[in-house]
């Protein structure tokens, strides 16, 4: 889910670099915005290296990356591309401007144009905290329906103890995980997802198979459940749990993953191939556990059948994503793989990495397309499961 990070100038406002940082563990595309105050105390710097995104402060800076603005106006761009607006910490004077539609900086015209979920996380002296014009504002915004995250109390920054800093950025992060909303953009799909390797078999204890956890699959299936999609989760042995649900298809080799996908492509609208299929089997996997003759021992492999090329010729008028991971020309082959498979997106993640691609929590992809490529970047794999639907919904969109 895209969400807001607005960051207001108090002293807390360093423990948004920790809040930033736990969102994006639990899947939010962070994009943070600052105030002019909240630039006195943290350097924008730090919430770009955190989030690897350009950090949005000043109202009539028009520059935006690529890919991540549909609107040349900034704000209210970021206004329509977020579901989620958190404010922390939330300074009184921010709480002030909100209650009272004022417009006069990037954060407090993006409160203005957003239509989302708001989260508002107060963090000031406790007299601040106590003056009855914040206690009446902190009510006009509660009666318009967002979530008041009180500060706790305890010794402050200013010496007074009382109610006034800033609740723990884990709480706020559990708080805002458990009651975000996400736009119900899936309801109406069937979405057929494949996740994890395959297994072939040598003998009865032996099997050739590969790196894949199927983390990357299960984030995107749990994203679009999330997101109002009936899900068919096709899976090969995996150490995960299934998300609640979704309608989980336990296999074990290519030829079952291949064959519980063609059984499901009817109902699908969407199918996203993020499984690690093996290329080839045992042609006669042997019935008792080979003996050890210490001789060498040659295995025949013959191929499996292609999947996603399978599923790309009966694809008719549904949306098929394919995934391609390489260790070397990574947008070369993830090209041929999108024309040669009849693909409408292939995310193509590098996987000679120690830090992103195989059973790792990081991938680093980028979507290529018919209309381009798009670099999603370095990001959790439960982030980037949210980015990718979004980009299918987008691509579907611009096909119709
Ligand atoms: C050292 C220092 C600490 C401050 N801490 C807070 C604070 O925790 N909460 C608050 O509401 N205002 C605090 N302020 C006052 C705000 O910075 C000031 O009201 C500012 O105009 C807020 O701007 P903003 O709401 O646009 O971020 C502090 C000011 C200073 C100089």
Redesign the pocket.
């Known amino acids: 889910m895209n969400l807001i990070l607005g ?6 406002a360093y423990k948004a670099a920790e809040l930033a940082r736990l969102l994006q563990d639990r899947g939010f595309a962070v994009n943070v915005v600052m ?4 630039r ?2 943290v350097q924008p710097l730090t919430f770009a290296a955190l989030t690897g995104r350009k950090v949005m402060t000043d109202l009539f800076d028009q520059s935006s990356p690529e890919g991540t603005l549909s609107s040349s106006v900034e704000h209210i761009g970021v206004a329509q591309e977020n579901e989620v607006l958190l404010v922390a ?7 002030a ?1 909100f209650a009272h539609g004022l417009a006069d ?1 990037f ?2 015209t993006t409160y203005l144009a957003f239509t989302g979920q708001v989260f508002i996380a ?4 406790t007299n ?1 905290w106590n003056h009855p014009a914040t206690r009446a504002n902190l009510q006009i915004l509660r009666d318009r329906g967002h979530v008041i995250l009180d500060p706790e109390a305890g010794r ?3 010496g007074t103890i009382g109610p ?1 800093r800033l609740a723990e950025p884990r709480y706020i992060t559990d708080q805002v995980a458990l009651l975000a909303r996400p736009a119900q953009d899936f309801v109406g799909d069937t979405v057929l997802i494949t996740a994890g390797p395959t297994r072939e078999a040598i003998d009865p204890v032996r099997y050739i198979s590969n790196r894949s956890s199927g983390k990357m699959g299960y984030a995107l299936a749990e994203a679009a459940q999330r997101r109002g999609a009936r899900v068919v989760l096709v899976s090969g042995p995996v150490q995960l749990t299934a998300p609640a649900g979704v309608a989980l298809v336990k296999v074990t080799t290519a030829q079952e993953m291949h064959s519980a996908v063609l059984q499901h492509l009817a109902e699908s609208t969407i199918i996203i191939k993020s499984a690690a299929v093996a290329d080839y089997r045992v042609a006669s996997a042997a019935a008792q556990k080979l003996k050890k003759t210490g001789e060498p021992v040659t295995l025949t492999l013959e191929p499996n059948a292609d999947i996603l090329a399978d599923v790309g010729r009966r694809k008719e008028h549904r949306f098929v994503v394919g995934f391609a991971a390489e260790t070397e020309n990574l947008l070369e082959y993830g090209r041929q793989k999108l024309a040669s498979k009849r693909a409408d997106m292939i995310v193509a993640n590098l996987v000679n990495s120690s830090v992103t691609g195989f059973d790792t929590d990081l991938n680093d992809v980028t979507l290529i397309t018919g209309t381009g490529d798009i670099a999603l970047g370095q990001a959790s794999k439960r982030e980037l499961a949210g980015r990718i639907l979004d980009y299918i919904l987008r691509q579907r969109a611009g096909k119709s």
């Open positions: 960051v207001g100038g108090g002293i807390a105030t002019a105050s909240a006195e105390f910490p939330a300074t009184a004077g921010l709480i401007k900086d954060l407090s107060p963090a000031m002296n601040m402050l920054a200013c006034g």
